[in-house]
């Protein structure tokens, strides 16, 4: 039966129809607040401000059952061949796994190569960070560049600036992917080369931006080193598959950091793909990193989907684009460190997520993936709040916040969290010309002042410090 025959997705229709405002669904329900979050892996989830119902959910679910997700995601777990068109496993999973645990593939565990890799990133990171490894000249290196593109730039660059607060200050992290002369140009123009590694990040060593930029790299490297080809050995490494490759630039395989082919590049940041951070954050915190990511692993493989973060997550990203035609989702890190977690998540929910077709080859029959963007907050107070909140769309907010700052400088952080509180309100119940006219606005004005109050609403916070638990301060993520 085609997905949009199930008697769920019928009621969901009829639902979308007959939703009663926020303003209601919270004023009959005083309990609201506390029905609708979770609490995983160190998140808290608030999902009350969405435009959802007990039923509503028990339908989403429905069609995730009816889907076969439960099914699928075992598949991934067990290392099946999910991804059937280039017939490999998707076992990014694996990649957080504990020493002791056992993940085959055709027949082999890949667990021990998993931490062999990590074991050997951990040795050189460690050459890195204590000075041990030197340049050719024999100076210390100070810079470290990351060339790549795709998943081996945007996990890295994410991670980096997320966890940047925990990074050796010493060393300088740059990032290199757009082909544009200038990406380089302005990543290089302060450094020494006789201070300066590339980690060049290719599982072929055949991508185009990236070699042309790891090209590039080289022959800058070696202008400022005198010419001696023997240099690359000390100033690059490599992370790809292709040790030939490897070779023929220059890199001296022993320094090459292999992966697999079951890791999809927007996965790959927890790879040899991590390099860069692993040097940034040091050996224990990226393990750190790794088992909060297996922590959530395991939340999504074995609750049920009722109080799964991430299978409601993707619920409600269906809810909204295939019953009420919303075609973007804004998220909105009230964190500075989270700058670039927007660009990243553009890559993990849409380069596969949005194909005009199924497994089978036949076209779809409804709206695939929405368009994700965002900016900090408050920042984006300032740029495309307004649209949101007085235009005539839709827009769905996912609202990322921590209760408390790693940099608490006077009232930032009071002022950060009451903007949160106060955005995820307004946008949840807003005001009606009549409650603005009430206020004493000026009748001419009054229309431009008052809100459609339409944009649902999803936050999380870590766990350990929640959010105010009333309705009315709560922030809410999809």
Same mark, same amino acid.
């Given at each position: 039966m085609n997905i949009t025959e199930q008697p769920a997705w019928q009621s969901l229709q009829s639902q979308r129809e007959s939703l009663p405002h926020l303003r209601d669904l919270f004023a009959s329900d005083p309990d609201r607040a506390s029905k609708f979050q979770l609490e995983a892996a160190g998140l808290f989830f608030d999902y009350s401000k969405n435009l959802v119902t007990g039923q509503t959910i028990a339908d989403l679910v429905s069609l995730a059952n009816a889907a076969g997700l439960r099914e699928r995601i075992d598949a991934m777990f067990r290392g099946d061949k999910i991804n059937t068109t280039e017939n490999r496993a998707v076992l990014h999973t694996a990649l957080r796994a504990p020493r002791s645990a056992s993940i085959k593939v055709d027949g082999t565990d890949v667990v021990p190569e998993v931490h062999a890799v990590l074991d050997k990133m951990a040795a050189f990171a460690n050459r890195i960070r204590s000075g041990e490894w030197k340049g050719h000249t024999g100076k210390r290196i100070k810079n470290i560049l990351n060339i790549g593109i795709g998943g081996s730039d945007l996990g890295p660059v994410m991670a980096y600036e997320a966890l940047r607060h925990y990074t050796d200050r010493s060393l300088t992290f740059r990032f290199i992917s757009n082909v544009d002369g200038t990406d380089f140009a302005e990543a290089t123009h302060d450094l020494d080369p006789a201070e300066t590694l590339f980690i060049i990040s290719s599982k072929t060593f055949t991508t185009l931006e990236t070699m042309t930029n790891a090209g590039t790299a080289r022959d800058w490297s070696l202008a400022g080193l005198g010419g001696d080809k023997a240099a690359v050995a000390k100033h690059f490494v490599a992370v790809s598959t292709n040790a030939e490759k490897v070779s023929e630039f220059g890199i001296d395989t022993a320094n090459m950091f292999g992966f697999w082919d079951w890791v999809g590049g927007r996965?790959?940041? %927890?790879?040899?793909?991590?390099?860069? &951070?692993?040097?940034? #954050?040091?050996? %224990? &915190?990226? /393990? %750190?990193?790794?088992?909060g990511f297996h922590e959530m692993d395991e939340h999504f493989r074995t609750t049920p989907f009722e109080q799964n973060i991430p299978v409601i997550h993707g619920l409600l990203a269906v809810w909204y684009n295939d019953f009420f035609g919303a075609q973007t989702v804004a998220v909105l890190p009230y964190e500075?460190?989270?700058? /670039?977690?927007?660009?990243? #998540?553009?890559? #993990?929910?849409?380069?596969? &997520?949005?194909?005009?077709?199924?497994?089978?080859?036949?076209?779809? %029959?409804t709206d695939t993936g929405p368009v994700y963007w965002g900016e900090p907050g408050t920042n984006g107070q300032h740029s495309f709040y307004q649209l949101i909140h007085q235009g005539t769309r839709l827009i769905p907010c996912d609202f990322i916040a921590f209760a408390k700052s790693l940099n608490? #400088?006077? /009232?930032h952080q009071d002022l950060l969290m009451s903007n949160v509180f106060a955005q995820t309100e307004a946008l949840a119940f807003? *005001?009606?010309?009549?409650?603005?006219?009430?206020?004493?606005?000026?009748?001419?004005?009054?229309?431009?002042?008052?809100? *459609?109050?339409?944009? =649902?609403?999803?936050?999380?916070?870590?766990? &350990?410090?929640? =959010?105010? =638990?009333?309705?009315?301060?709560? =922030?809410?993520?999809?």
């Open positions: 996965y790959s940041m %927890d790879s040899a793909i991590g390099l860069s &951070n692993m040097i940034a #954050l040091g050996p %224990d &915190n990226f /393990r %750190d990193m790794l088992a500075q460190y989270l700058k /670039r977690f927007p660009a990243y #998540l553009q890559q #993990l929910t849409m380069e596969s &997520n949005g194909k005009h077709v199924k497994l089978d080859g036949t076209h779809v %029959d608490p #400088l006077g /009232r807003g *005001k009606t010309l009549a409650q603005v006219e009430a206020e004493g606005t000026a009748p001419a004005i009054a229309p431009t002042a008052s809100s *459609k109050a339409t944009a =649902p609403q999803t936050s999380s916070w870590p766990t &350990n410090s929640p =959010p105010p =638990p009333s309705a009315a301060s709560s =922030p809410s993520t999809k």
